[in-house]
Structure formats: C-alpha cells, structure tokens
C-alpha cells in the first residue's frame, strides 16, 4: 500500500500517488479481517490492520463486532496506533481501553499530542485515570490532569499546548535559528505566535511570512494583529468554531484569564467539533442525543426510551382533545377518517420552519436583529400554504365524501393548523434560545404538540359547530 | 476598533488584542446601520461597514432589510470588499451584484483567489457572466470560465488555482530563494507540492518542514508522500471533506485526467462544505430544499409546497387505510380517539433510526460491512421499546375507556407498528443510498408512509378483528 511506502527517491520517473483512493475504509478491508479473525490467524490480522492509517484502523475496529473488535486488539497489542484512539466512538474507545489494559494506554497517551491525550484520558473514569497517571512521567501527568480540569466542549480542552512563542525582541532569523534548533516543537505547524514579556500573545505569523521576510528583519514587524483571534480557555467550542468559520483561520491562541498564551488550536480540531456541532443538531431533531451505531442494545433504548416516552404524552394530549368531540366523530364517521390529514400538514409544515430555525441559529444568521422580519414571513409562508393546500384538500374531501360541507371545514382547519404551524415553527425555537435552552433538542416536541392539539381541535370543532 | 490598526510597534506595552470579542455581528452593529440608513446619512453607514470584517460585513448586509440593503450597498459602492460577496447567502448575493452594477463586480472578482472568484463567477447568468468576461484581462477571464466548467460540488469547482509547486530537482535553498522572489504566490500558504517533469505531484512539504530543513539538502528528501492525498477535479466534495476529515489534511492536491498538479484545496474551503453538507441532510430530513431566510416568501412558499404535496398525498393514503374500516369507527368512537397515538409513536420511533442511520451513511460510519448487525440490532431495539410502551399504552388505554380489550387491542398494534418503524428507519435510507437516491431527501416520506399506514391498519385491523 502506498501509504507505507519511504519517501520517494529523487526521479523524475517515480511513481506518484494515484487520485481517488483510500476517501474512506472499503467494505472489502473489514471482510478481509473478518476473514482472518475468523481463520484465527492472528498475523494476517495484524498485518491487515497496520497497512491502515489511524482514522481507518478505528473505523475498522468500529466495523467489527464485539468479538471479533477484541481478537483484532489483541494482534494489535502494543503496535495499535496511539492516534487510533482518538477517532475511535467513545463506545468503541472505552471497550478497546479495557482490551489494551493500562500498561499499553499509558504508552499510548504518552505517544500523541496533548489535545489528542486529554481527549482521551478525559473519558476515563477515576480509577483508570489514576492507573493511567502511575505510569507516565511527571511532566506529562500535569499536562493530562490540567487539560482534564477544563470542561468538554471549551477552547482549554481543545487546544494543543504545543504551541510557537516566539519573543517580541526577535528577528527573523533569530526565529529561523529556533526553530532548525528546537527540539520540542510540534510536528508540523503553520503559524507562529509573537508574544510579549508577560507572554501575552501580540500577532500571528504565517510561516510563509517567515520564509518570505529577510533574515535581520524585527519579527515584529511582520505579524498579522488583524487575523489573530485570541480565545480564552473557557470559551465555547461552537463560538470557536464560528470564528474560524467567519474567518477563515487557520489557527487561533487561547490564553488563560491573565491573557498569557497558553495553547493553540488548529483547524483540523474545528472539522471535528463543526461535525459534532451539526451532528448534535441534525440528531436532537430527530430525537436521538448521540450516535448509538455502535452502543449496545440495552443502551440504545434506554438513551430512546425518554423521547417515546415525551411523544407519548404529547399523544395522549392530542387524543384528550379528541376525546372532547366524541359526538361528532360518531355521528360522522369520514371526520375520523379526514382529522389525522390536518394534523399531520400541520406537522410537516412546522418542522420545515423549525429546521431553517435551528440551523439559522446555530449558524447565527438568525438573531434579535432579524428576528421580527423572519417571523412576519414564516406567517405569510404559512397562509399561503394554508389557502392553496385548504382548497386542493377541500376539494378532495367533498369529492370523496360527497358533502361540500366537510371540504369547507377541513379546508377552514387547513388554514388555521398551517399558520399555527409557521407560528410555532419560528417562535418557539426563539423562545428556547432566549430561555437558553438548546432549540434542536426541545422544540419539535412543543411544535408537534402544537399541530396536534391545534389541527385536531379546529378540523373537529369546526365540524362540531357546522355539522351537528 | 482593533482590526484596524497597524501592525503592533514592538513594545513590550504593546496592547494585546483581546480575546472574545467578535466571534459574531452583534444585533447592536446592525441596529446602528439601520440607524444610519434611516437618517440618509450615507457617510456614517460606509464609515460603519467599512468597519467591519469582510464575513461580518456580508452577515449584516444580510441582517437588512431589502431596501435597507440597497442603501447600504450603494454607500459603499467600490469600497465593498470582495471578499464579501463569497460571505454572503446567494440569494443576497444575487440583490448585491445587481446593486453593483457589472464595473464594480468585475473589479471585486479580480481581486479575490481564483477558487472564490468562481463561486461567485458561476451563479451568474449567462449574459451577466459575459458582460463581466468583457470587463477583465485575458489570463484571468481564462481561469474564471474553466473554473465555471467543473461541476458545483466538485473539487475543481473548489480549488485554488494558485498553489506553489517546486521541480523535484531543486534544493530547500532554491525553494527558499524562489519563496522569496516569486511574485504571484498566493498571499498565505502552508503545504508545498514537488512535482516531476510531468508536472505530477510527488510530495508534499509542510512549511514547517522547509524552515527547519538545510539549504543544501534536496526538497524531495523532506516530502511527505504519506500524507499527500491527490483528488481529481471531478472528485465529489463530500468525498473531499472525508479525506480531510480523516487523515487531518491541511491541504490537497488536485489533479486533472493526466494528473497534473492544476490546484490545491485548502482546510478552510473544506470547512466551508462540511457546514454545506451537514446543513444538506439536516435540512432535507426537515423537508426544505434549502435556507430560505433570505429568500423572500413567493420562492419560500414555491421551495416547500412540493415536499407538503408530497406529505398531502402520504396522509390522503393514510386516510383511505383509515377508511376502509368506518364500520369499526363508527361503532366504537374510542377507536378514533386512539388511533393517532399509535401512528405517532411509530413515526417517532422511525425517526430515530432514520436519523442515526442518515448520518451513519452521510459519515461513511454506517457500510455494506455493517449493515447486517445494525439491522437486526435495530429490530431488537424496536421490539423492546414496542413491548414497553405496549404495556404503558394498554394500560392507560384499559383504564380510560375501562376495557380491557381495547388496552389488548393497542398493545398489539404498538409492538407491530415499533418493530415496522425500527425496520423501515434503516432499511428505507440503506435501500436509497443503494439506489444512489440522497437518503437524506426522500427517506421521511416513505418512513411517514409505513409507519401511518401500518399504525393505523395493525390498530383499526385488530379492533375489526376481536371487537365486532
């Protein structure tokens, strides 16, 4: 496989890296270690899963069942890669901590950057942190413990305290000479930061800068202040990713309250919180908290159970105000037939306003400033809709029943749940976030009880009023 | 305000930007232009766009009203930043890109990277695209309309043509000489590509990599082949994201049919299309084709009637379902009260899954090598959380309408009507995605279908069965 090849020698003739391979781990990897697993061979099983770079060795080992996860780390052992680790699903991670015991995670941890390390230490429970902290050197146990006291989702636990700090009074070249010299710096990175005496961060310099400048030149006088965005440790990782978003950085220095610098974070660490951010929407909405591909049966319906349980009380709020028109239904038989039609419009047409809602919040394109504009045309949106799906369905219902007085109430219900609808759409997200409760997760809840209660009541008590 | 400064003098006292300020525009800078605009004071609206940062600058434009906009626009005329335009929504856009006229436009283009040039490039029309080719010189009228003739969503609609490439046979000294008198090198860059006398990439180098290597020494000594993840320009660019995604690229390569080295996408454009592919299948799941905040309510309304039509059609098939067992409605009303409750919970139930597995298949974490196990997994969950609101249902049931039967009666129906849903949320979105249909899009509506048309059969049906 070419990923495993040495650096390629200095000819004009050397083969280059074909396009369009490797986007993701093929169904026909995870066969082939099944196989082996299956043949009990254990080399070929190794042998398969270190062909493979981290983020598709854990897709592997996520691919696999539970038995077949723990024969494949165990040929693993001490050769999994440590980065690994950290694209596993926490379900999937915790299982492989427990195969690789504490001796090889220690050796692990110790083997990656520190975002990468808190990331997993962090998840650990006490016991197994301890465990973990008796077998690294000193230094390294400060920086695992201090990154574990910030709280998930904060700059402080993704940042890498690898950071460049380079001292105001520098040159150019004095900067160069670093940093051919230094031994502890990162792998690879692309912007350096000048901080002052209190080390307090001055200006970003893109390495092309660096390499562009001449060498008696003050690196002062080369910084960018404009594009340096500091945040602090406890900022939140969706308002860090909107300014790399709004932009367009490339990495941004989090400094502590006394405003020294303290770490940095990189734009490859912000594709994984937009991703977790727009999952966290995409799924509160559809009423799942996390992604349980991989979670056990057990654990996948009680994490459920609780949403059911809610929809099922909205439910039975729906069926009470049925219950109110129990003369009507059973002197007219095709209401029965025609009410769930309301309520359901009603539905899909605020859960269409609710979704642009959502996501116009989490992106900040919907806020105080437009607020009102917004609303004003989610209930134009919903009369209209309201009218052209009042007479399309009106005209259905007589046709069907034979009786043009049940197509003018259905109609008539039509226009009053789709405006509801809009109404709810828009307001009730809003209300959420002022209240600061998280709209993606609460709000379809409350706008289906809303279409429910509102279709069922206006088809039924129209007909109430017009039929009997 | 900060971003307008000079590069910090080189002092110790030097203030230090601070940090959490500006992660978004505040509703108060909107209120203020609309201030502005409202007393025609043209000065003090450009003094305060001017202000702003090019993605904040587009966030208000788009906070505005249409004719606040119009004004806004016009006091700014040729001071608009380019970059604006690639910020803004394209419905905006398009009402901005009137308001300039085609001599200020043209003029925006050709200050902006080849990659953002080309998104705003492409959306126009036809003649619009001509009038603005006529307005620019040659070489750069070239690179717009080969640009425009990659497909949207592509990678070579995505990349940046300007990408630095070093023959394989210099050495790090001549890559730095040329670094530094090179005069059309994009304006900041982090990744080098080596490539042969073909112009095919062999490598790539991180900058840092550059800084820290000897004069003397050969660049292709220091490349990173492992790293270096050629795309073509046709690859899909949610295939791009999951390569970034995966191996943490910064950068990569892309290459036309022979291979050649003709562009580079960087982690920011990136970050650009996994917000775009994540707001995809949130918004499809929620029935709307796409933001429509900005749009006005003839195209919001004309964008979400086909999806409601769609639903109209599911809930009238529902409804005949319904129909078909009036004798039963008719001498048991408490059978029209219920019926909902369990449509409801299998549509919920159905949504679950459906979401996880949606974003399973969007995340390339959900594949013909799992999809076995997440099937049957999913069944046992349906099954289990059928029995248990099966039993809560009955229950309620048999006490409200003090009937045993009927508590029986919607039991029964609950448990079919999970394990359908269970069943339908993940074998519906694999189905699709077989049949290379956008899951996303269309999966809800067949869901919907399932889960209605069997809640209200298995319910009614039972009921027609044992109780007349």
Redesign the interface.
């Given at each position: 496989m070419?990923?495993q090849?040495p650096?390629?020698?200095?000819?004009?003739?050397?083969p280059?890296?074909?396009?369009?391979e490797?986007?993701?781990?093929s169904?026909e990897e995870?066969?082939a270690v099944e196989e082996a697993v299956e043949a009990q061979d254990r080399d070929a099983v190794r042998r398969k899963l270190l062909e493979l770079?981290p983020?598709?060795q854990a897709?592997l080992l996520?691919?696999l069942?539970h038995a077949d996860r723990a024969a494949a780390v165990q040929a693993l052992g001490p050769d999994i890669h440590p980065e690994t680790l950290t694209h596993l699903?926490s379900a999937v991670r915790e299982e492989v901590i427990e195969l690789l015991g504490p001796d090889l995670l220690a050796r692990a941890l110790s083997q990656l950057d520190s975002d990468d390390a808190v990331l997993v230490f962090a998840d650990l429970d006490d016991e197994a942190q301890s465990r973990i902290l008796a077998r690294l050197p000193q230094a390294y146990r400060r920086l695992l413990v201090e990154g574990a006291t910030f709280e998930e989702g904060t700059a402080g636990r993704l940042m890498q305290r690898e950071v460049v700090a380079i001292p105001?009074?520098w040159t150019v070249g004095e900067t160069?000479d670093f940093?051919?010299s230094a031994e502890n710096?990162?792998d690879?990175?692309?912007d350096l930061y000048v901080v002052?005496?209190?080390h307090?961060?001055?200006?970003m310099v893109?390495?092309?800068?660096?390499?562009?400048a001449r060498r008696p030149q003050?690196i002062?006088?080369?910084?960018?202040?404009?594009r340096?965005?500091?945040?602090?440790v406890t900022?939140d990782q969706a308002?860090v990713a909107?300014?790399?978003?709004?932009?367009?950085?490339?990495s941004a220095p989090v400094?502590d309250d006394a405003?020294r610098l303290v770490g940095v974070i990189t734009?490859?660490d912000?594709?994984?919180v937009?991703?977790e951010e727009?999952?966290d929407?995409?799924?509160k909405?559809?009423?799942?908290t996390e992604?349980?591909?991989y979670r056990?049966?057990l654990e996948?319906?009680r994490a459920?159970?609780p949403?059911?349980?809610v929809?099922?009380l909205?439910?039975?709020l729906?069926?009470v105000v049925?219950?109110f028109f129990?003369d009507a239904?059973?002197a007219v038989?095709a209401?029965?037939?025609?009410?769930?039609?309301v309520?359901?419009?009603g539905g899909?047409?605020g859960?269409?306003t609710?979704?642009?809602a959502?996501?116009?919040l989490a992106?900040?394109?919907?806020?105080?400033?437009?607020a009102k504009?917004?609303v004003g045309?989610e209930l134009?949106?919903g009369l209209?809709?309201g009218l052209?799906?009042a007479v399309?369905?009106g005209g259905?219902a007589w046709l069907w029943f034979e009786r043009p007085e049940i197509g003018l109430i259905i109609g008539a219900a039509m226009v009053i749940n789709l405006v509801a609808a809009a109404l709810s759409g828009i307001v009730i997200p809003l209300t959420l976030e002022r209240l600061k409760v998280d709209p993606a997760v609460a709000s379809s809840v409350f706008l289906?009880t809303v279409t429910?209660v509102v279709g069922?009541f206006a088809f039924l008590g129209l007909a109430t009023l017009f039929l009997l």
């Open positions: 070419s990923q090849e650096p390629a020698p200095a000819s004009a003739d050397t280059v890296p074909e396009a369009e490797g986007y993701a781990l169904p995870v066969y770079y983020a598709d897709a996520e691919a069942s699903d105001s009074a160069i940093m051919r710096l990162p690879d990175f692309y002052n005496p209190k307090r961060p001055m200006g893109p390495l092309s800068r660096v390499l562009r003050k002062v006088e080369i910084i960018d202040v404009e340096m965005k500091p945040v602090t900022t308002d909107n300014l790399f978003r709004r932009y367009g950085l490339v400094v405003g734009v490859d912000v594709v994984d937009i991703d727009a999952e929407d995409l799924l909405l559809g009423g799942v992604t349980d591909l056990d049966v996948t319906t459920r159970l949403w059911l349980a929809n099922l909205t439910a039975i729906a069926s049925i219950g129990e239904l059973a038989v209401l029965a037939v025609l009410m769930p039609i309520a359901s419009m899909n047409a859960t269409q609710l979704t642009i959502v996501r116009g992106m900040k394109d919907l806020t105080a400033a437009n504009r917004i045309k134009i949106v209209v809709n052209v799906f399309v369905m259905i289906t429910d069922f």
